[in-house]
């Protein structure tokens, strides 16, 4: 089989794929994540190199990968500055286990100086993976509320990792099915996905009524989270994301982020804005919360916070929570936290994004994306609803536009046809029926038109056969 470059019709797992495929079915747990990708076992081809947006497996197609990595790779793929900067950085110093360093302490200081409002005055800890730091930001907010405060919400379709914690926190049965319980009691509320509102509203008329619906908890101790007479509040955390990728790439209503910290601050609880997927620029701001007018009390941030070198995360608070552990050195450690190398790549990562103005590039590029999402939208019956923020965007497929029939089967088949012609598509959703697109900050107009092409002849070709 000849090599394909993006656009051109391939074999997808071609033979090198299949024999490492085999490989690792054989000796690798079924549990991982990428068997479920594309059209399910078998599908996903295995990667050799990469470069810019691109990816070659190994048996030398080339392709378009449209989801930076699960958003991690913003500066692209093997980025000349980041390998630069983290070499020299391993040439001096590498592992040193979450002991002091100068790049941890320059990217404490570079994280609160880019955060939203109060948190400009806040602190840092460093954390590995996102749902570490999810963890992280759970204990700390325990710490800070006063007792009985424990209790947490969270949204239906949210996801905050698969940690004990960060898992326990989301919605999704699948991925909560056996997870041995954490002892906070998790109220999960809906999110606002307008396309599919569960409380058959429609916006802006319905002056969102989840958040309404919400406050209403806080009214009579009946709800169970706040009783008025005496002031007992049983909740110390909400935990939120300002778009919610795995769930399809779903972009709340304007007023979603100010109504929530309006009932934080009513009743003291702590505002975690979950920033893993979409932070450090992808929305256009350095923090989404900045597109929504709103600062949350923790922010937690990770992938492109490192651009795809080294694990990496974070998250940033008010000085005043980061003060409960004043007095208490090593309430939370790690042997790999604020490593030197993370750290550096993260300083190279936020000076690119300075340098080389990518925040107004993913505002730019993003806009430019979601209208050509917008044109497919009006000549494909499959396409129900588009959005997006930044270099965050989604579209999500019907059987009908008028009952929004979620058109999962059609979905998984777009999918295919567009890995068949070298661009590779993430999809989610509740329904399984959305694909997100979060491609690296310095994806071109013409990567995004190459896009937009396989879609649109992957849509077509799946509409013929229905
Ligand atoms: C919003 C959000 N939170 C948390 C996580 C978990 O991060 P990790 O996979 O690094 O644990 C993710 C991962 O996709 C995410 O998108």
């Given at each position: 089989m000849a090599n394909k470059l993006p656009g051109e019709v391939r074999e997808v797992p071609g033979d090198r794929s299949q024999y490492f495929r085999?490989?690792?079915?054989?000796?690798?747990?079924?549990?991982?994540?990428?068997?479920?990708?594309?059209?399910?076992?078998g599908r996903c081809p295995v990667f050799q190199s990469m470069d810019g947006v691109y990816v070659t497996d190994v048996d030398g197609n080339v392709y378009l990968e449209t989801f930076g990595a699960y958003?991690?790779?913003?500066?692209?793929?093997?980025?000349?500055?980041?390998?630069?900067?983290?070499?020299?950085?391993i040439n001096s110093l590498m592992h040193v286990a979450d002991m002091p360093n100068p790049p941890r302490a320059l990217l404490a200081q570079e994280l609160v100086s880019i955060a939203p409002g109060e948190l400009g005055q806040g602190k840092v800890q460093f954390e590995i993976g996102g749902g570490g730091a999810v963890d992280l930001a759970l204990k700390l907010a325990e710490y800070y509320t006063p007792h009985p405060q424990h209790d947490i919400i969270s949204f239906f379709g949210g996801y905050h990792g698969r940690t004990i914690g960060s898992v326990s926190v989301a919605a999704n049965v699948y991925n909560r099915e056996r997870v041995p319980s954490i002892s906070a009691q998790v109220v999960r509320v809906p999110y606002p996905y307008c396309y599919r509102c569960l409380f058959e509203k429609e916006y802006p008329a319905c002056d969102m009524f989840c958040t309404r619906y919400l406050a209403k908890l806080f009214e009579s101790p009946e709800f169970g989270l706040y009783d008025p007479k005496t002031g007992t509040n049983l909740v110390s955390t909400l935990i939120v994301e300002p778009t919610q990728f795995h769930s399809g790439g779903i972009v709340p209503p304007k007023e979603f982020y100010p109504r929530l910290r309006e009932l934080c601050d009513k009743y003291g609880i702590v505002f975690v804005d979950d920033e893993i997927a979409i932070g450090i620029g992808r929305s256009g701001y350095w923090f989404a919360c900045e597109a929504f007018d709103t600062v949350p009390d923790v922010i937690v941030t990770s992938k492109a916070l490192s651009g795809g070198i080294w694990p990496l995360s974070a998250v940033i608070a008010r000085r005043e929570i980061f003060a409960v552990w004043d007095e208490r050195p090593d309430k939370h450690m790690g042997t790999w936290h604020g490593d030197p190398v993370g750290c550096r790549a993260a300083l190279t990562v936020i000076r690119e994004i300075k340098e080389r103005n990518l925040l107004e590039r993913c505002r730019m590029l993003g806009g430019y994306f979601l209208e050509g999402l917008k044109e497919l939208q009006t000549r494909h019956r499959l396409v129900g609803e588009v959005s997006g923020i930044g270099l965050g965007l989604s579209m999500e497929l019907v059987k009908d536009r008028r009952t929004k029939e979620p058109a999962a089967d059609a979905t998984v088949a777009v999918i295919t046809e567009a890995l068949r012609r070298g661009v590779l598509i993430c999809r989610a959703a509740y329904y399984g029926n959305r694909m997100t697109f979060m491609p690296p900050y310095v994806i071109t107009r013409e990567e995004i038109d190459t896009i937009l092409r396989v879609l649109d002849e992957s849509l077509s070709i799946v509409e013929r056969g229905l």
């Open positions: 085999d490989l690792l079915n054989r000796f690798e747990s079924g549990g991982t994540s990428y068997r479920a990708h594309f059209d399910g076992p958003a991690a790779s913003c500066l692209g793929y093997r980025p000349k500055e980041l390998i630069a900067e983290v070499e020299d950085q």
